[in-house]
Each structure stands twice: as C-alpha cells, then as structure tokens.
C-alpha cells in the first residue's frame, strides 16, 4: 500500500526547509563493496537515530542527535499518520548523476510490513517501482508490473503493509539536469537481541 501526500508542506516552507537542512546536516559519502569492489554511493546521506541501521553491508552508526527541524517534521508527519518513527535515513541527490539502485528496505530490523514515510524536498525525481516477480518467472523483471511517480517538493509518500515484501524501488539517474533534492525516510528499527533481530 502506498499513499501520495502532495503538498504534505506547503512550497514556501517547503523551501526554507531544503536550505537549512542542505547547509546543517552532516553530509558524508559512504563506500560500498561489491564483489571485492569498492565504490563511491552516488549520493550523500545522513543517518539520526538511537540504533545503528545495517543496509548493504554497510553500517551507519546510532547518532540520537536530532536537528530541531527534522524533529518537528517527524512530529508532524507522526501526527498525520498514525504511526510513530524512531530514525531517519536522509538523502541528498546533488543531480541528476545522483541516484539509488533496484532495492527493497526490507533489512530485518525494520521488522516485518515496515511504514516508510518519504518526504522530499527540492528539485522533481521520478521514485519508479517494480513488482517482484512470482517464483516460477525465475526473477525475470522484464514483464512486471512498473509505477513511475513523480516526488514534487513538499511531497509525502507512504509505503505500508506489504510494500517491501512485494515491491522493489529506486531513484534512477536522470539524461536532463537537475537541481539538487534532499529525501527524508523516517523508519521504526527495532532493537537486536542475543544477536538475532525479534
């Protein structure tokens, strides 16, 4: 299930919002390694939160630290919702290179049926989903059901229920250019105990 909420903050806001969260929040790059590979993420993220976040292999570490702003934007957005949220993954596309690949966030501390709430900020990129194929189709994506939706500035989305158990998603890299977007993911991870995630 997936809600859109455009205009979740209205534009004027919306704009002072991006440039104190632009010039504030430590940016930092982090490194991927595949297959003995090590690579540059493209793009910049920021991580706030009691617990530590574990997403491929690489580790982003507790920082409960909260800037005053993404404090009011996760009371805000818990208030329209329903749903409360104890971390938040920030992201910054700095153009249209900037991107995230074919991904679920499906980690096991986010639990099973996590809600994802995603409020971008900035320039319009396209968020595209795919349906995960059936067993029998051999993980051939090339006939599955696909969305593309476009995430203005001030724009909440929602992803629940199922979401993530049937659903991958990503940010492609764009041909024309674009301004940079800041994206906010607030999540609830749970806790590990003697090693193994309840």
Same mark, same amino acid.
């Given at each position: ?28 790059? #982090? =490194? ?8 540059? $993420? ?5 991580? @706030?939160? /009691? ?73 319009? #990129? =396209? ?8 067993? $029998? ?5 090339? @006939?599955? /059901? ?53």
């Amino acid at each position: 299930r997936i809600h859109l909420i455009p205009g979740f903050i209205d534009s004027e806001q919306a704009d002072w919002i991006f440039e104190q969260l632009l010039q504030d929040i430590p940016w930092g790059q #982090r =490194t991927h390694i595949r297959q003995e590979v090590s690579f540059e $993420e493209p793009r910049l993220t920021s991580w @706030y939160g /009691e617990l530590p976040y574990t997403y491929s292999r690489i580790t982003m570490q507790p920082n409960p630290n909260w800037h005053p702003l993404l404090t009011m934007l996760k009371e805000r957005i818990e208030e329209f919702t329903g749903h409360a949220f104890n971390s938040l993954l920030c992201n910054l596309y700095r153009n249209e290179k900037d991107s995230v690949d074919w991904h679920s966030d499906n980690e096991p501390s986010l639990g099973k049926n996590p809600v994802i709430a995603s409020l971008s900020f900035g320039a319009t #990129r =396209t968020f595209e989903m795919r349906k995960k194929p059936s067993p $029998e189709e051999n993980r051939d994506y090339t @006939y599955v /059901e696909r969305l593309r939706i476009p995430l203005d500035h001030g724009t909440l989305l929602l992803m629940e229920g199922a979401t993530q158990e049937d659903w991958q998603h990503r940010v492609p890299k764009e041909y024309h250019s674009r301004d940079a977007r800041i994206n906010l993911t607030f999540r609830i991870i749970y806790p590990e105990r003697d090693g193994i995630w309840k």
